[in-house]
T-cell receptor, first 116, second 116 residues
Framework: DTGVSQDPRHKITKRGQNVTFRCDPISEHNRLYWYRQTLGQGPEFLTYFQNEAQLEKSRLLSDRFSAERPKGSFSTLEIQRTEQGDSAMYLC??????????????FGPGTRLTVT | AQSVTQLGSHVSVSEGALVLLRCNYSSSVPPYLFWYVQYPNQGLQLLLKYTSAATLVKGINGFEAEFKKSETSFHLTKPSAHMSDAAEYFCAVGGNYGGSQGNLIFGKGTKLSVKP
């Protein structure tokens, strides 16, 4: 059983550079979520897809952030003009459809971003 | 708005002792409640969930949690701690409110240490 995978696991970038992260959900999970986790905090919701449709975006997702899920399978999260405050762990989660799975989300290992 | 408060950012117990991690929630609608565990540099793993069925919920690794509506609590317990339980634990609440169908709201986490 393949879980949620994320790539890369670690990314170090200089301020002002663009970065892109990839998430591959569990196959046949139609819902996909992105969260951000900073040190000493719980994950904070960023955005959510059902199939290829982006249904919700948090106010944390500034216009420098964009997420896509072009074919309803993998998703990418891009951060443009990175700032030091973007340093965090970026977590992806997926969820199957069905009433018995309401909000039951399975998380990947995360991508740790360090902006220098 | 929904929120979660985890009392105690750090809990230390001896191996074999009772584990009690506290979580209180705020919700104007019947909540879905979750406990997740996170090991260092890893993603979150679902321990258990409450979705308005039985108020006592059993999860993996011997953990259980009891939903108490009158106390707005969902505390996590384990009768006998094991060294491998040392990790960070997150309580989360979710529900179909404000049009949201997906995101979980997490507490700040409680780091559990287990002494030999």
């Amino acid at each position: 059983d393949t879980g949620v995978s994320q790539d890369p696991r670690h990314k170090i970038t200089k301020r002002g550079q663009n970065v892109t992260f990839r998430c591959d959900p569990i196959s046949e999970h139609n819902r996909l979520y992105w969260y951000r986790q900073t040190l000493g905090q719980g994950p904070e919701f960023l955005t959510y897809f059902q199939n290829e449709a982006q249904l919700e975006k948090s106010r944390l997702l500034s216009d420098r952030f964009s997420a896509e899920r072009p074919k309803g399978s993998f998703s990418t999260l891009e951060i443009q003009r990175t700032e030091q405050g973007d340093s965090a762990m970026y977590l992806c989660a997926s969820s199957p459809q069905g009433a018995q799975f309401v909000l039951e989300q399975y998380f990947g290992p995360g991508t740790r971003l360090t902006v220098t | 708005a929904q929120s979660v408060t985890q009392l105690g950012s750090h809990v230390s117990v001896s191996e074999g002792a009772l584990v009690l991690l506290r979580c209180n929630y705020s919700s104007s609608v019947p909540p879905y409640l979750f406990w997740y565990v996170q090991y260092p540099n890893q993603g979150l793993q679902l321990l258990l969930k409450y979705t308005s069925a039985a108020t006592l919920v059993k999860g993996i690794n011997g953990f259980e949690a009891e939903f108490k509506k009158s106390e707005t609590s969902f505390h996590l317990t384990k009768p006998s701690a094991h060294m491998s339980d040392a990790a960070e634990y997150f309580c989360a609440v979710g529900g179909n409110y404000g049009g949201s169908q997906g995101n979980l709201i997490f507490g700040k986490g409680t780091k559990l240490s287990v002494k030999p």
